[in-house]
């Protein structure tokens, strides 16, 4: 039976196998895949087998002649596929991706030296099917017609195959499919096909939404958000005007580490001191509002003032949507806009996300030197980070408007004893005892990066806008952080542990003090312009000056819960934030409203693609679409 089925298929199970080792040899020769594990290069290897068997069963559906003809076209096709990945790798260290296919600019980067990113050795991805071709001229096979009920079981023995991938996968990266995280990562976990079907499923979903909205539906919204703008406060408006940009985004911070200590021992020393400073306006009432997308949704809501999304990374799903970011508005008024990170750029898919936010320049991992002794966890240690950060800031053209993203303080906070200034804290929860101490290490590197900008003469003249990326302590380890903090860890309190540091540092201002507003990431981008002396009453923003005298106080999280001046509301419960304890709903339901509209407008924005009908030059809808 055995040998007669494999005397029957020959060609399509040949074919299938070679497929399957020409992956595998392509993900280790041409790419860069960095493999921690022998779970991880066992998900490697296993990877391109569902969907090969998935691809090949189509050869199926012919009998005859035709089988060989299609078992030739599919096996084509697929090499193809490879071959493009490993050329396009060559030049961008990248994989391909639906958007860039479309974006010429990309492609004509590729045109002029595609000759020169071609190997003749690459043609050995194809001698199979030269030699597949010959053996069918020379031998009579047989194909006789195949029963759709066999079928059905190849194409599900490639779905049940799919599904243990994807489960071994999971336990390497959770959340692997709803997150995206980055291209490499999808590649090692699910394979190349696999991938590419991922990416067009994600871009035709996105497409459909775009293509059922028109602009009529931006009207409603933009009454809203102009209703809604406040005014700046005159003092503050242009205060920074002129200056350099530096914003941090701090690794995973949140604010209970903040005057805070761990056996005696201070876990902040620097952002304590900093908060003192007479140059420092410090907010003790701000709030991430991230979801799935994490850092890549801080620098979402940062740069748009609008909300990420309730599920996904909109980094990853929204990427080919018409933004008007502060970067590019930036940009238009002289600044030199980038950001700086040492992870490989396509992480969260930044390096095509930039380009539609419109900043110049991404340092990305390629442009730092990244060294097994200089790096830890996630890459590169955050000080070396900043050391280098510095050199790539003396060749930037003045003003320039920067990010700088951190990364040591990631979990699974892992740390050379070298590097500890603080131990590690002693309960049963390793993550929370070492969070402590990989928080004061972030804390001394930044303080690092102030010093070195103050010795090179590069701080005076810079706004520094330091604030938390998202939580670091998730609710897993409520144990731990109730003893920590001493209090039970209530739906109340959790909401409360979703405040993250933001510090607005003016070298040479002078009226620094603590701003009680409650506010949240939305509010950055405003806030900031109008430092800047920028107006925004034209744009379409969610978030308000943080320094406006008509400012309400109020910041609501993605997952819907909203903080007032006086409540708190999460879980259907609306909380007083004096006493902690639930009060009665109505205190809340003003609020709420307020907090449903805001996310499904932004949401609707991002769905449909909707900011191509405004123009923010006028803050008018566009007349011609
Ligand atoms: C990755 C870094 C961390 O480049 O920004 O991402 P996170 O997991 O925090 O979103
Ligand atoms: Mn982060």
């Known amino acids: 039976m055995l040998k007669n089925t ?76 490879l071959f493009a990945n490993m050329v396009y790798y060559r030049f961008f260290n990248d994989f391909i991706t639906i ?15 595609i000759t020169s990113l071609i ?24 194909a006789p017609k195949v029963s759709s009920k066999k079928i059905g079981i190849v194409f599900a023995s490639s779905l049940i195959i799919f599904i243990v991938n994807v489960g071994i996968a999971e336990t390497e990266r959770p959340q692997l499919l709803t997150r995206s995280f980055d291209r490499e990562m999808l590649i090692k976990n699910i394979g190349a096909y696999n991938y590419h079907a991922y990416d067009a499923i994600i871009q035709s979903k996105a497409k459909a939404q775009r293509a059922l909205a028109d602009g009529s539906e931006i009207a409603d919204i933009e009454n809203y958000v102009k209703a809604d703008y406040k005014k700046p406060d005159p003092e503050m408006f242009g205060a920074a005007e002129g200056k350099n940009v ?50 890549s949704d801080s620098e979402f809501l940062l740069a748009n003032s609008m909300y990420p999304l309730p599920s996904g990374a909109v980094f990853f799903t929204h990427s080919q949507n018409e933004y008007q970011a502060s970067p590019e508005t930036l940009k238009e008024k002289g600044y030199f806009t980038a950001n700086l990170h040492a992870n490989n750029k396509s992480f969260w898919n930044r390096d095509i996300m930039y380009n539609s936010l419109g900043y110049e320049k991404f340092y990305s991992l390629a442009d730092y030197e990244v060294t097994p002794e200089q790096s830890i966890g996630w890459g590169l240690k955050d000080e070396f980070f900043f050391q280098q950060s510095v050199d790539h800031m003396k060749e930037m053209p003045e003003p320039y408007y920067t990010k700088f993203i951190t990364l040591t303080n990631h979990f699974p906070f892992s740390l050379e004893k070298e590097d500890e200034f603080i131990p590690e804290w002693n309960s049963n929860d390793g993550t929370v005892n070492r969070y402590f101490t990989t928080v004061r290490y972030m804390d001394e ?33 409520n144990k731990a952080m109730g003893e920590y903090l001493g209090k039970e860890i209530t739906p109340f309190e959790s909401t409360q542990l979703q405040q993250v540091p933001l510090y607005i540092h003016i070298p040479g201002d002078g009226n620094g003090k603590v701003m009680d507003t409650v506010g949240g990431q939305v509010d ?66 003003s609020f709420k409203e307020k907090a449903e509209k805001e996310l499904d407008y932004s949401d609707r924005i991002i769905y449909g693609d909707l900011l191509r009908f405004f123009d923010p030059k006028t803050g008018q809808i566009k007349t011609d679409k």
């Not at 020409?22 to 066992?42: C, H, M, P, R, T």
């Not at 001698?127 to 047989?142: N, T």
């Not at 909203?562 to 004096?578: A, G, L, P, R, W």
């Open 445 to 477: 590197s930044v303080k690092m990066f102030f010093d070195s900008l103050k010795n090179e003469g590069m701080y005076e003249d810079t706004m520094f806008v330091l604030y938390g990326d998202h939580y670091g302590i998730s609710e897993n380890h």
């Open 6 to 81: 494999l005397t029957k298929y020959q060609i399509i199970i040949l074919t299938g196998v070679l497929l399957w080792i020409k992956s595998y040899l392509v993900y280790k020769i041409s790419f860069d895949l960095k493999i921690e594990n022998a779970v991880q290069e066992l998900i490697l290897l296993i990877n391109p087998l569902s969907s090969v068997v998935f691809i090949m069963a189509f050869a199926l559906f012919f009998s005859g002649r035709a089988r060989n003809i299609a078992t030739l076209i599919l096996n084509l096709v697929a090499s193809f596929v």
């Open 99 to 113: 958007p860039v296919l479309f974006q010429t600019s990309n492609m004509g980067d590729l045109g002029s030296s």
């Open 524 to 589: 950055l981008r405003p806030t900031i312009m109008h430092l800047l002396g920028i107006e925004t009453k034209n744009s379409i923003q969610f978030g308000s000056d943080l320094f406006s005298k008509e400012r309400q106080d109020f910041a609501v999280l993605r997952d819907g819960s909203f903080i007032t001046k006086d409540h708190v509301y999460t879980d259907n419960t609306c909380y007083d934030k004096e006493t902690g304890e639930p009060t009665e709903k109505s205190s809340c339901e």
């Open 246 to 295: 530096v914003m941090v985004s701090m690794e995973s911070i949140q604010n209970f580490v903040l005057d805070n200590d761990v056996e005696g021992n201070e876990i902040t020393p620097f952002l304590n001191q900093l908060k003192e400073d007479k140059d420092t306006y410090y907010f003790p009432n701000f709030y991430h509002q991230t979801g799935q997308g994490k850092t």
């Open 119 to 142: 190997y003749p050795y690459d043609l050995l991805l194809f001698a199979d099917l030269i030699f597949f071709a010959v053996f069918m001229k020379m031998r009579k096979l047989e």
